[in-house]
């Protein structure tokens, strides 16, 4: 059995250890004492160079603590193995990972566009997305989430972040805005309605952090909520100037 190493045991590296577990002899190593999670999950908890030396080595931290924990594990990673990432953003750690991990290490950015709260409705049709960025083991991770029954898709880390500036982007300011003004279940809701209460519920659970780096390390996010803000702006006011002219006539 191939080991696994899971850099970060937070939500998301803890959901991995139970998609995983059978599968691989799994290690996790975490900043925070998660020794007691580790064990009720079957999972060795190591230092994070120990995790590193896997044969499979998965990068679950926030997009922001990603270069550091690359930097970390570069000197120990062994030849032959394989690097993954599992962040909401893929140009800005298949750069990192390019440039800090050595030759010899084969590098797949994957994105999982499920969390510990979507896969409470199961994993069969999921979405999991895979771009090769050095070598040949994106097809053995391809063929690995078609098993576990997640629809899997391969592109570049170039377009997944455009597709994401609107995907997530967008749909993740909507939707914390509308959490943050505390947007009511009206008894009077209409089904549109209802559909971004529903997106409320998906996301409530989020980190800021998750948040934050959706909209600001993702290079085309900007632009797309720029020119969201800028239209719902302007469609209130031409609202507005109808109006007048309506009162006014």
């Known amino acids: 059995m191939k080991t696994l190493g899971l850099i970060g045991f937070g939500r998301f590296g803890q959901l991995a250890a139970q998609m995983l577990q059978g599968r691989f002899a799994i290690s996790a190593s975490d900043q925070r004492d998660q020794s007691a999670v580790a064990r009720s999950l079957g999972v060795s908890f190591v230092d994070i160079h120990t995790a590193a030396r896997c044969d499979i080595v998965v990068i679950s931290v926030p997009v922001q603590n990603m270069l550091s924990a690359i930097k970390s594990i570069a000197p120990v990673v062994r030849p032959g193995s394989l690097v993954v990432d599992v962040a909401s953003v893929k140009v800005f750690p298949a750069a990192w990972m390019t440039e800090h991990l050595p030759e010899s290490v084969d590098?797949?950015?994957?994105?999982?566009?499920?969390?510990?709260?979507?896969?409470?409705?199961?994993?069969?049709?999921?979405?999991?997305?895979?771009?090769?960025?050095?070598?040949?083991?994106?097809?053995?991770?391809?063929?690995?989430?078609?098993?576990?029954?997640?629809?899997?898709?391969?592109?570049?880390?170039?377009?997944?972040d455009l597709e994401m500036s609107y995907v997530q982007a967008l749909s993740h300011l909507i939707g914390r805005a509308l959490i943050n003004i505390s947007a009511p279940a009206e008894s009077l809701s209409t089904r549109s309605y209802e559909h971004l209460l529903d997106l409320c519920s998906l996301i409530k659970d989020d980190s800021f952090e998750l948040f934050s780096a959706i909209q600001t390390m993702n290079p085309y996010a900007s632009g797309v909520t720029r020119d969201f803000l800028q239209e719902a702006a302007r469609l209130l006011e031409e609202a507005n100037q109808r109006r007048d002219a309506a009162t006014e006539a």
């Open 107 to 160: 590098v797949v950015a994957t994105h999982p566009l499920f969390g510990p709260q979507s896969a409470k409705l199961g994993l069969v049709g999921q979405r999991l997305i895979v771009c090769p960025v050095r070598g040949r083991a994106h097809e053995a991770v391809a063929r690995l989430g078609r098993r576990i029954g997640l629809s899997v898709h391969v592109t570049t880390p170039e377009q997944h």
